[in-house]
């Protein structure tokens, strides 16, 4: 892709197998079914297992954009921990806990801004952006002699990968990023110019609905046609997909209407987001959705305490140096069809499946063999904290 274009190529196998099942009328299936029990959508026991799991992953907490300059910051609330993010002089990124060594008080409050040093409100202890050394303590001479050197903010694990910031919670050490996205994720996040692009918009939703069903609707590509009749299912075909599975990872491509058309005129045909439309599930909770002119970037977080809520976070990513009034018109387009089919479609149909869930937790959702890129969630899933699945 050239620095002027906004579409991105598309690989020419996915291509031809996509028209492939145009022309056949099928789709990418897993080898058999597979069964969930519904318990596992309702079970604060299982959503406490699951928050552990998220903990000891990489997970994605900001984007490389919201941290342009030495100082520059973000408070972020992640699976219940205050996190602190801050550029670093040398240019890296760290993450903090926002949490003071004195009495547990938040050192930053704000959501975003630009600090040498943060201090906390409670008692006025200071620690340093730059490394988050303690730096100051009213009174020192009250509390003995503090050991700085073991007293400055706790500071977590982060990677920068494709302009994504990641952190993990509570992972052992030396873990390489490199391996936990692979090749193909990079092959695949590469052409899009990420660490080059910036947030043209940023939603965040809380919903009555648990994390995996919220991540179950946007992976599935059997839906469109039916709940989306006025909308995204007059824009991206139904039951006709191809799924990539990458490790733990894995990506769904979907053929766009017009592609559809050109199959069947008989068309010279070119695989290209401006056709085919594709969804990157970055495992656990991320999800990367390839448009004509932008990236939509999702993360779904359980909520502590409460399996039968999320939360929904959403950016619009695009690179500046393609951005134009016309693009501009059409990307804020791309969100009203979006924001009508999520708001209007898929989460009210969501709310109904967990409130079904909390009614009747004792029997199973089925995932059937052309639902194969919603399996690959569970299968991951299930390999990491198992699961009783039949």
């Known amino acids: 892709m050239s620095q002027g274009t906004s579409s991105v190529r598309v690989d020419n196998s996915v291509a031809q197998r996509l028209i492939e099942h145009i022309r056949n009328k099928t789709t990418d299936t897993a080898p058999s079914e597979l069964r969930i029990p519904i318990d596992q959508f309702v079970n604060p026991a299982r959503a406490e297992a699951e928050i552990a799991l998220l903990k000891s992953l990489p997970v994605i907490v900001a984007h490389v954009s919201e941290l342009k300059d030495t100082g520059s910051y973000v408070t972020r609330e992640v699976l219940g921990v205050a996190l602190l993010i801050v550029r670093q002089s040398d240019g890296t990124v760290a993450a903090f ?59 977590f694990t982060t990677h920068v990968r494709h302009g994504f910031v990641l952190v993990e919670l509570s992972g052992a050490p030396g873990r390489s990023i490199e391996e936990y996205f692979g090749p193909e994720v990079d092959a695949e996040l590469a052409p899009w ?38 909308g995204v299912g007059k824009l991206v075909a139904t039951h006709t997909a191809v799924f990539q599975a990458y490790g733990r990872h894995g990506k769904l491509f979907q053929p766009r209407r017009k592609l559809e058309q050109l199959v069947r005129e008989g068309a010279e045909l070119e695989g290209s987001s401006k056709y085919i439309s594709s969804l990157l599930l970055l495992y656990p909770n991320a999800l990367i959705i390839g448009a004509p002119d932008h990236v939509e970037f999702w993360t779904v977080w359980p909520v502590p305490g409460n399996p039968n809520k999320s939360t929904v976070h959403i950016r619009f990513l695009v690179r500046p140096e393609i951005l134009s009034p016309e693009m501009e018109s ?25 409130k079904n869930a909390q009614a009747n ?10 639902e194969r890129a919603a ?8 390999q990491d904290l198992g699961n009783g699945t039949t």
């Open 375 to 382: 399996q690959h969630l569970h299968w991951q899933l299930i």
């Open 193 to 230: 110019g990420l660490e080059r692009s910036q947030i043209f918009l940023d939603k965040s939703f809380t919903l009555d609905i648990n994390w995996k069903l919220v991540m179950d609707g946007a992976v599935d590509s059997m839906h469109p046609q039916f709940l989306h009749v006025g």
């Open 97 to 155: 806990h926002n949490m003071c060594r004195h009495r547990g008080g938040r050192v930053e409050q704000a959501a975003a801004g630009s600090k040498r040093v943060f201090m906390c409100q409670y008692h006025g202890w200071a620690y340093n952006s730059e490394g988050g050394n303690l730096r100051h303590v009213p009174y020192e001479e009250s509390f003995g002699t503090i050991d700085r050197s073991c007293n400055g903010l706790k500071r």
């Open 330 to 354: 059409r990307i804020n387009a791309s969100w009203d069809i979006l924001s009508n089919a999520a708001q209007k479609e898929d989460w009210p149909m969501e709310e109904f499946i967990q």
């Open 361 to 370: 937790p004792d029997g199973t959702f089925v995932y059937g063999k052309n």
